[in-house]
């Protein structure tokens, strides 16, 4: 059993915030924790959490049983709405009407109320911060051996305590459009979809962190394998590069008649040579390409001479030997006034 708060409460057209009203509060093992008299008001500052039972009287709420005949379930609240029609004093789409499950001998039992007024009654209620939870008239509120036209009154005893119906004219459809009621179920999706997100997030993470220590791991042992010299890998990257730099400038730093820089150089000129390249030769800041038989030579020399002073180089066909071209840089001008 769950914790509640019952309320006795008056005559729905004379409910007050500020009214006086008997109440039971009742632990989960079905015993009264505490019972007297309060404003709602007070009430709601008290048990803003606690499901609340509104009771109530008579002349606001009928109950009846009725009997059906043998229907499923999907057509008993039809049946049911029609045994209750010939009753109420009221068109049924004014009224809430409320009923249990159909009984071995036919009989439902039912209630309705005027669908306005207890509309009213809920927003009163949860205007001081109470959470109603069910409406029920008194007849099902208390036991079957009492009296169920005497009102609940102080103090609190046994008819305070009876089992209550898991049914009540508590219409989800009643429920105060302001508040928090109305947004708990958006609010719940959202929270879920957050949690969800946040897994997903995490996970994600977790993914990012395996590969960056996979990839940290892999950096240190080629710098290892690379340079064994190094005692302790902390920053494999900086070290790397410090370790070639220092390399660099122990064994001289490349220069631009470098292998290398020239034969850049001279592939963006010989152009012509293109596949025909039989070997390459280096020496003294010359390259030599000895090229095979079949390429086109270039037709004019002086756009062939412009191109190579453009990369800084000279380029020449050897005198003697046929199909053999030579690069080297060109010597810089010397500086006006130079001596």
Known sequence: MRQELRLALPSLPE????????????????????????PLRSLGALYPRIPVVGILRDTDAISARVTVPPVGAARLRAAV?????????????????????RADDGSVQVAWAARDALRAAWMALAGVGLRVDALLPQALAVRAEDDPDVPLSLPVGPRW???????????????????????????????????????GLNAYAARLDARMRHLQD?????????????????????QAMQERDARRQAFGGS?????????????????????????????QGTLSLILAEGYVPPAN?????????????????????????HARRTTPAAAPGAR
Do not use: N
Request: aromatic content about 6%; glycine content about 8%; proline content about 8%.
């Open 15 to 38: 409910l007050d915030p500020d009214g006086v009203v008997a109440f039971a509060l009742i632990g989960r093992d079905g015993q009264l924790l505490r019972g007297g008299e309060l």
């Open 81 to 101: 709405l029609s045994s209750v029609e010939p009753m109420a004093l009221s068109e049924l789409d004014e009224l809430v009407v409320a009923h249990g499950p």
């Open 161 to 199: 305590l009876a089992p209550l119906p898991r049914w009540s004219l508590a219409e989800e459809g009643l429920r105060p459009a302001s508040g928090l009621g109305a947004w708990r179920r958006p609010l719940a999706w959202t929270g879920l979809a957050c949690a969800v997100w946040l897994l």
């Open 218 to 238: 892999s950096m240190q042992a080629a710098v290892a394998q690379a340079f064994p010299q190094i005692p302790v890998i902390i920053d494999p990257l900086r």
């Open 255 to 283: 220069g631009q008649d470098d292998f290398m820089p020239l034969a850049r150089a001279a592939a963006q000129v010989l152009g012509f040579a293109q596949g025909h390249v039989r070997s390459v030769a280096y020496r």
């Open 301 to 325: 020399e002086a756009a062939l001479a412009q191109a190579a002073s453009v990369q800084q180089i000279h380029i020449e066909k050897d005198p003697v030997q046929p199909h053999v071209w």
